[in-house]
């Protein structure tokens, strides 16, 4: 059983179009990150929450952090060719300060 | 800085030869993860260090596999005897550990090939 389960696990769409991706646990965090694998490359922090119903905005990327501290989402406005990629959400588990990942979303948006 | 540089970027063996993969760290980073990433299992933590000492090898999936982090400028990770199963890409990642919500930086990765 996966300590973070990511939905859906794959989504394409249509530049322009808007969505939302989920980040799903049984678990409490202190807090969560969000963040997005190219390919080819590593993945790169987006963002970190750490409070129950905050929310944080990147642009285009709309951030939730659940009340209960167990899960997030991700929403992105008008979807671009330039999001494709793989989002990946992460806890820092057990505070041992190992990072630990969800199998991600893979999104592809078309032009 | 460079970030975190992983060498070789792409590695093709034969099954049963030894493999190292190398990493050198954000240099002031006191924290050093490997990870292995399969479209099966997603990115799992192998192993992390913490100035230069291995905290956490649970992830290591067996006997095969070692790392070693003799410096904080450097670690590799080995796998002895190589099977087709290990292939994979492998990514190294730092971070400024101790503390909590810290950004871990990853390398470009290897992807590692056993035929």
């Known amino acids: 059983t996966q300590l973070l389960e990511q939905s859906p696990q794959f989504l394409s769409i249509q530049e322009g179009e808007n969505l939302t991706v989920y980040c799903n646990s049984s678990?409490?965090?202190?807090?969560l990150q969000w963040y997005r694998q190219e390919p080819g490359e590593g993945p790169v922090l987006l963002v970190t929450?750490?409070?129950?119903?905050e929310v944080k905005k990147l642009k285009r990327l709309t951030f939730q952090f659940g009340d209960a501290r167990k899960d997030s989402s991700l929403h992105i406005t008008a979807a671009q060719p330039g999001d494709t990629g793989l989002y990946l959400c992460?806890?820092?588990?057990?505070?041992?300060?190992?990072?630990?990942f969800g199998a991600g979303t893979r999104l592809f948006v078309k032009a | 800085d460079a970030g975190v540089i992983q060498s070789p970027r792409h590695e093709v063996t034969e099954m049963g030869q030894e493999v190292t993969l190398r990493c050198k760290p954000i240099?002031?980073?006191?924290?050093l993860f490997w990870y292995r990433q399969t479209m099966m299992r997603g990115l799992e933590l192998l192993i992390y260090?913490?100035?230069?000492?291995?905290?956490?090898d649970s992830g290591m999936p067996e006997d095969r596999f070692s790392a070693k982090m003799p410096n904080a400028s450097f670690s590799t990770l080995k796998i002895q005897p190589s099977e087709p199963r290990d292939s994979a890409v492998y990514f190294c990642?730092?971070?400024?550990?101790?503390?909590?919500?810290?950004?871990?930086?990853f390398g470009q990765g290897t992807r590692l090939t056993v035929v």
């Open positions: 240099s002031g980073h006191n924290s």
């Open positions: 260090f913490n100035n230069n000492v291995p905290i956490d």
């Open positions: 929450v750490v409070t129950g119903g």
């Open positions: 990642a730092s971070s400024l550990g101790g503390r909590r919500n810290t950004e871990a930086f």
């Open positions: 678990s409490v965090f202190s807090s």
């Open positions: 992460a806890v820092d588990n057990t505070g041992g300060f190992k990072t630990i």
